[in-house]
């Protein structure tokens, strides 16, 4: 199994920065390849949509709503949002996601338990 913990969230002013970050570890066996990575949101009432994703070779893409705002970097195990000029409409839960093999299991998607982001106006 993959262990996946999100780190970060916070309440912050419309305009403010905040910056996630995610670790994916192996439990019961090492990782042996870490895949995508990506943030997603979920904003009480709405379906789980996608804020970004980066590739293992640092091929980005982003959500219309966020270009320009957000940026995505990773190093090895670790994934970061850097999120400015937030606007109330960011408000959510921010869900980590990393697909990852292990020692004894193919690649498969793995998910943080989510951290919330409260932007206020």
């Known amino acids: 199994q993959v262990q996946v913990v999100e780190f970060g969230g916070g309440l912050v002013q419309a305009g403010g920065s905040l910056r996630l970050s995610c670790v994916a570890s192996g439990t019961s066996a090492s990782i042996t390849r870490i895949n995508d990575m990506g943030w997603y949101r979920q904003a009480p009432g709405k379906w789980r949509e996608l804020v970004a994703t980066i590739t293992r070779g640092g091929d980005t893409n982003y959500a219309d709503s966020v270009k320009g705002r957000f940026t995505i970097s990773r190093d090895k195990d670790t994934v970061y949002l850097q999120m400015n000029s937030l606007k109330p409409e960011d408000t959510a839960v921010y869900y980590c996601?990393?697909?990852?093999?292990?020692?004894?299991?193919?690649?498969?998607?793995?998910w943080g338990q989510g951290t919330q982001v409260t932007v206020s106006s």
């Open positions: 996601n990393a697909n990852a093999a292990t020692a004894i299991l193919v690649a498969r998607d793995y």
